[in-house]
């Protein structure tokens, strides 16, 4: 997005730490209090491509004991488990003005960062048992990672750059990611290959962060959908598919992330695959000179007003 853009954006975002709490699975309930009208008969859910959600097991004990067939969005805040794990989210900014390639983005500009990032008991274990200096675990990354010079700094676990436009009420999420998980696996590798008693000790990190690792990628695009409607006001979401992401971007194919995360994890939050590409990513020249080379280009959809207007929609009898 333009430069300009992005500092009014940042401007009006929300300053000092914002805390994020989330369990496995959470995005079931989550992301229903986003889609749901105020209320909502269960079985016109039901008929929609949401009824997964209905079918998650945090959010099918509810549904047994709604008496009325209704499902109310008050009543979602209610579904909750322990343990949850914390979390710190920040913004920043990645990319350039004249440098796409580099930077990986759909169209010159920058994006918007949310970072999500570990709590402050990250740096004590690791200084305890990995880096007695206290180093950062990205310290030497060159993506829009946390660095240990930072005010109130936290180890970010991973990533979404975002790219959006106001106009035609739409956000594309370019990239979920994380390095932190990859190198965290790297080490255990390192440890339990080794063996020693050193390295034993060192295991007492890791078990700690396997914790973060099974929900990085939920908790992740979780905190994401919520941003971009709460506190971007935007309602039409894209995603690149795992085709889309190094074909739009121009990325070399041995950059392409995890497939999973460009499968898998859509269809849990039940975004939909279409041929449309967000409106404002139509209006560039790149784009469009992409297509009329591969012209069946991808993505990932999710409207938040969808079941919203579905329902009004169904006539009653």
């Given at each position: 997005?333009?430069?300009?853009?992005?500092?009014?954006?940042?401007?009006?975002?929300?300053?000092?730490?914002?805390?994020?709490?989330?369990?496995?699975?959470?995005?079931?309930?989550?992301?229903?209090?986003?889609?749901?009208?105020?209320?909502?008969?269960?079985?016109?859910?039901?008929?929609?491509?949401?009824?997964?959600?209905?079918?998650?097991?945090?959010?099918?004990?509810?549904?047994?004991?709604?008496?009325?067939?209704?499902?109310?969005?008050?009543?979602?805040?209610?579904?909750?488990?322990?343990?949850?794990?914390?979390?710190?989210?920040?913004?920043?900014?990645?990319?350039?003005?004249?440098?796409?390639?580099?930077?990986?983005?759909?169209?010159f500009?920058?994006?918007?960062?949310?970072?999500?990032?570990?709590?402050?008991?990250?740096?004590?274990?690791y200084?305890?048992?990995?880096?007695?200096s206290?180093?950062?675990?990205?310290?030497?990354?060159?993506?829009?990672?946390?660095?240990?010079?930072?005010?109130?700094?936290?180890?970010?676990?991973?990533?979404?750059?975002?790219d959006?436009d106001?106009?035609?009420?739409?956000?594309?999420?370019?990239?979920?990611q994380?390095?932190?998980?990859?190198?965290?696996?790297?080490?255990?590798?390192?440890?339990?290959?080794?063996?020693?008693?050193?390295?034993?000790?060192?295991l007492?990190?890791?078990?700690?962060?396997?914790?973060?690792?099974?929900?990085?990628?939920e908790?992740?695009?979780?905190?994401?959908?919520?941003?971009?409607?709460f506190?971007?006001?935007?309602?039409?979401?894209?995603?690149?598919?795992?085709?889309?992401?190094?074909?739009?971007?121009?990325?070399?194919?041995?950059w392409?992330?995890?497939?999973?995360?460009?499968?898998?994890?859509?269809?849990?939050?039940?975004?939909?695959?279409t041929?449309?590409?967000?409106e404002?990513?139509?209006?560039?020249?790149?784009?469009?000179r992409?297509?009329?080379?591969?012209?069946?280009?991808?993505?990932?959809?999710?409207?938040?007003?969808?079941?919203?207007?579905?329902?009004?929609?169904?006539?009653?009898?």
């Amino acid at each position: 997005m333009d430069t300009q853009l992005l500092n009014e954006v940042i401007a009006c975002l929300p300053k000092g730490k914002t805390l994020f709490r989330y369990f496995k699975g959470a995005f079931a309930s989550r992301l229903l209090s986003i889609l749901l009208p105020r209320h909502c008969e269960i079985k016109d859910i039901k008929q929609t491509r949401f009824a997964s959600l209905l079918a998650h097991p945090s959010i099918k004990p509810m549904l047994a004991n709604s008496g009325d067939g209704k499902l109310k969005r008050r009543t979602l805040s209610n579904v909750w488990q322990e343990p949850s794990l914390p979390f710190l989210l920040t913004v920043t900014r990645w990319g350039a003005k004249n440098d796409r390639g580099w930077h990986q983005t759909s169209r010159f500009g920058e994006n918007l960062v949310l970072q999500l990032n570990l709590p402050v008991e990250h740096q004590r274990l690791y200084k305890q048992y990995i880096d007695k200096s206290g180093y950062s675990l990205n310290g030497h990354s060159c993506h829009p990672v946390q660095q240990p010079d930072a005010k109130n700094f936290r180890e970010t676990l991973a990533w979404s750059r975002i790219d959006l436009d106001f106009e035609t009420n739409e956000a594309l999420i370019e990239e979920i990611q994380s390095d932190a998980v990859r190198d965290v696996f790297d080490l255990a590798k390192e440890y339990r290959d080794c063996g020693c008693r050193y390295c034993e000790q060192k295991l007492n990190y890791v078990r700690w962060f396997d914790a973060y690792r099974l929900v990085w990628a939920e908790a992740m695009l979780c905190a994401t959908i919520e941003f971009i409607h709460f506190e971007l006001g935007i309602e039409r979401v894209f995603l690149h598919t795992a085709r889309s992401g190094w074909q739009v971007k121009n990325m070399d194919e041995s950059w392409q992330p995890p497939r999973s995360l460009y499968s898998d994890l859509p269809k849990k939050f039940c975004f939909k695959q279409t041929w449309a590409a967000p409106e404002f990513l139509l209006q560039t020249r790149c784009y469009q000179r992409l297509i009329r080379k591969q012209p069946d280009i991808d993505f990932y959809q999710l409207s938040l007003n969808e079941l919203n207007q579905n329902v009004i929609r169904q006539p009653r009898i």
